[in-house]
């Protein structure tokens, strides 16, 4: 970069007032706040820091430009034309970085996020991409090191997605020494937003193990030459060099193929944490320093085959779970990849973009065809084509135009939309999505527990075992060279590297597979309670009917008139949240009604609403609630009620003055494939409920066209809870789905709760599921899903144990051989992860 001192042709940030990486410090060129890693760049002997390397990039042009002579670089036409463009967001500042736009780039209170000087303001979070992870013990290490160290205040580890979500004070540690925490235990991290380590991790991976397949296989071959010894004599020479080729190949194969396996199970002592790496570890070493022993002494009992095989046929197996594992949490990272970034803002007159993160509720951006929207927003000009698949798993293109909410992370693949913010970053249904499914993969269920006790416990019993069994065969006449061969295979067969794979791998692979179907299982050990389902309780609106409704007519009673019946009902709903008040809103602003003034407003959950209008208290509700507010029912009012509820209609009363003066009927339809998906849960020996706030007549008729025996109306969310509990009380298990708000109490209180849609934050915490897409076939397959999953879960955890148990008895009666025993482990690892690939291929 050229220097110069002359005039005023840089006025850089004063680097006494700016700490780089610190919170108040701001990019020099366009303002913005840094990162905890700032790109930097030496200009007139003094550090200039820059949010990325891109503004790193453009400042170095504008200051080299030839034509900026001795005049200030903001007064070129280079600069110039890049503020125009956009690419730098405003004009300078005093301090001579470009200024971020006041209105769109800045937050209400006048500050960026991590400039307040509470501690909490301050946390900044990233997600990190872990490298070498190879069972649940390695993520435990890693979560519970970084959770001491100083600066990190929140800490997530998750296995199989290889990732680490990390909150910190970036003025008490940086992301450099927590990178260099993770390194301490043997592990490597980067940012996820980095290259995907996942690829370069595999092609090391691959490269160690083509290196030790080759030389492992040239090991085998002088190995065969060398047993030709136990039958005949080869002579004192020949062992010797057949035992000093075969320690020389082998010593790459063990110290290089091996190198990450031995440094992690080295430095897990330290911390006194074992893990596989360690039985691995000592198995190869014991194998490799008794054959060099036995070199030495020029004996034909040499092992370096044992122990090159071992490390060979672990990396093999390492490579094809990281395959699997890398397919099974594929989904997962994408939801990573596309969380944050940045937003176009037109900012006087210019358009420029910002990061998503300051933008606020009812700032607005612009979004493009090809890119994603970074936020949950409401759509205030334009129309578009999208899609929505990354959060509901469908890939068809959706309409979007004005008046239509658009969900962080959908991509616009056609047309120009103007977007307004509904929810500011970290409060977006991505960032909702996201922290579920965490939530999701960090529970464990019953068979995953089970696992992980054991696997904590036989690590350090099958060390205590191999010696024990060494010693007892030593002092009851066994010679040391077989004591020691026989407590080396013991190391071997009994690694549980199976083990520690068979439930986790099966969880991740379903919770996959299921997201990929627009079906969020926030706690996997659903997939267990869902295959001992017997009865599922249905709510109507919204989950078996579309929940579009339409008011059919108003019918009034003689007196009145019904634009006067509008009129009132208007009035009322238009302070209720409930679905029907909307309709109700809409029709009376469509035929130019005018909404009167209202007070004393009061809403009864599932029973209806009421509130003072001009003198008088007007309620509109079921007929439950006009009974209860001491409101007569005319017959002719009941007839026209009972007609419309017989052909499956939901009919509102509106009354005042001691008498109900008429309804509002409205017209639903039941989805498309109700009635086969009722059939289908039939066919396959499970009993259905329908339950709904709805009249026991129009409830009746739903019920009757869907097949369904069991129904109840006129049902409060209380009442919901107590049928579910009433069949739990006679043996049932139960699964709930619903849709709304008020049946969150019964979604909570099944075995199993299914939400449709999840339109709210509270259906969505009450249930175990959530069907996003929005699509009844999603149950049937969830059911088949967790069926599958569960068998596979215990094919896993069988195979794995039978392994284990019958693999000591066989070691210590000198059964196994050390390389037979690798073998056998290698061979369980593989069916394991087999048999849980077939989760993944799962569609139906």
């Not at 030709?228 to 002579?235: M, Y």
């Not at 897990?268 to 070493?285: E, H, K, P, Q, W």
């Not at 967790?786 to 144990?801: C, E, P």
């Amino acid at each position: 970069m050229r220097d110069t001192e002359e005039g005023n042709a840089l006025r850089p940030a004063d680097p006494k007032s700016s700490t780089i990486g610190g919170s108040g410090s701001a990019c020099s060129l366009c303002g913005f706040p840094l990162p905890a890693s700032p790109t930097t760049l030496s200009v007139n002997g003094e550090l200039l820091p820059f949010c990325c390397t891109g503004c790193a990039c453009v400042f170095e042009i504008l200051f080299n430009d030839p034509s900026r002579s001795e005049i200030d670089y903001r007064e070129t036409e280079l600069y110039k034309a890049c503020v125009a463009s956009g690419l730098i967001p405003g004009g300078g500042g005093e301090d001579g970085r470009a200024a971020a736009p006041e209105d769109a780039a800045r937050p209400r209170d006048g500050t960026f996020p991590g400039q307040s000087l509470e501690d909490e303001r301050l946390v900044r979070e990233i997600v990190l991409k872990i490298e070498g992870m190879w069972c649940t013990a390695c993520s435990s290490l890693v979560e519970e090191l970084l959770r001491r160290t100083e600066g990190i205040t929140g800490v997530q580890v998750f296995f199989f997605a290889d990732l680490a979500k990390v909150k910190y004070l970036p003025h008490r540690i940086s992301v450099e020494r927590i990178l260099a925490v993770v390194s301490r235990v043997g592990y490597r991290a980067v940012p996820l937003e980095e290259e995907s380590p996942s690829k370069r991790e595999r092609n090391r991976l691959l490269l160690r193990l083509g290196i030790s397949a080759i030389l492992s296989f040239n090991i085998m071959m002088i190995s065969f030459a060398l047993y030709f010894g136990f039958f005949q004599d080869l002579g004192e020479e020949a062992v010797r060099y057949f035992s000093f080729t075969l320690w020389i190949l082998a010593t790459p194969v063990v110290f290089h193929g091996g190198y990450s396996i031995l440094r992690r199970a080295i430095l897990g002592l330290r911390f006194l944490a074992v893990s596989m790496d360690t039985l691995i570890a000592a198995a190869a070493l014991s194998a490799y320093f008794y054959s060099m022993v036995q070199m030495i002494l020029g004996s034909i009992h040499v092992y370096f085959d044992t122990a090159a095989m071992l490390i060979t046929l672990v990396l093999l197996g390492r490579f094809i779970e990281a395959g699997a594992r890398e397919k099974a949490s594929r989904g997962f990272t994408e939801l990573f990849k596309v969380l944050g970034g940045k937003a176009l803002v037109a900012s006087e007159g210019r358009e420029v973009w910002v990061p998503a993160e300051v933008l606020r509720p009812r700032d607005e951006f612009i979004v493009r065809k090809g890119e994603r929207t970074p936020l949950d927003s409401l759509v205030v000009h334009g129309s578009a084509t999208v899609d929505q698949s990354i959060l509901t798993g469908e890939p068809r293109p959706v309409k979007k135009s004005e008046g239509d909410t658009v969900l962080a992370g959908t991509l616009v693949i056609h047309g120009e939309i103007r977007l307004e913010v509904l929810h500011a970053a970290g409060q977006n249904s991505l960032h909702r999505l996201i922290a579920l499914v965490q939530e999701g993969l960090s529970r464990k269920n019953r068979m995953e527990l089970l696992a992980d006790r054991v696997t904590r416990r036989l690590v350090p019993a099958v060390l205590f075992i191999a010696a024990a069994s060494a010693a007892w065969l030593k002092l009851n006449g066994i010679s040391t060279d077989q004591a020691l061969l026989r407590a080396l295979t013991i190391l071997v067969i009994t690694c549980p590297c199976a083990l520690g794979i068979a439930t986790p791998l099966a969880k991740v692979a379903a919770t996959g597979v299921a997201r990929a179907r627009g079906i969020l299982v926030r706690d996997p050990g659903t997939f267990e309670k869902a295959k001992d389902l017997d009865t599922i309780v249905f709510d109507k609106t919204g989950t078996l009917t579309v929940g579009n409704y339409t008011l059919r007519e108003v019918v009034a009673d003689d007196g009145c008139q019904k634009e006067e019946l509008l009129t009132l009902a208007a009035s009322v709903e238009a302070e209720s949240d409930h679905f029907l008040a909307g309709e109700i809103c809409r029709k009376a602003l469509e035929q130019g009604l005018r909404r009167k003034q209202t007070s004393s407003f009061e809403a009864f959950e599932g029973m209806g609403v009421r509130a003072d209008v001009g003198g008088g208290t007007v309620s509109i509700g079921s007929r439950v609630f006009m009974a209860g507010e001491n409101l007569a029912l005319p017959d002719e009012l009941d007839r026209h009620a009972r007609l419309h509820e017989s052909g499956g209609a939901t009919v509102a009363f509106l009354g005042w003055d001691r008498r109900v003066r008429g309804l509002l009927a409205f017209g639903d339809s039941v989805r498309e494939g109700a009635r086969e998906m009722i059939a289908r849960l039939h066919a396959q020996g499970l009993t259905t409920w329908l339950v709904s706030g709805d009249s026991r007549e129009t409830v009746s008729v739903i019920a009757e066209s869907l097949g369904i025996s069991h129904f109840q109306g006129e049902a409060l969310p209380e009442d919901k809870v107590e049928i579910i509990r009433e069949l739990q009380s006679m043996g049932h298990r139960v699964a709930m789905v619903g849709d709304g708000i008020n049946d969150s109490a019964a979604l909570a209180r099944a075995e199993v709760g299914i939400s449709m849609g999840a339109q709210s934050d509270i259906t969505l915490e009450a249930s175990q599921v959530s069907i996003l897409a929005d699509d009844l076939s999603g149950i049937l397959f969830f059911h088949s899903l967790s069926n599958l999953t569960h068998r596979i879960m215990k094919q896993n955890l069988v195979l794995a144990f039978v392994y284990n148990v019958l693999g000591i008895p066989l070691a210590v009666a000198g059964a196994l051989t050390p390389l037979a025993a690798v073998g056998a482990m290698f061979a369980s690892s593989l069916t394991v992860i087999g048999n849980t690939l077939r989760i993944s291929s799962f569609r139906s």
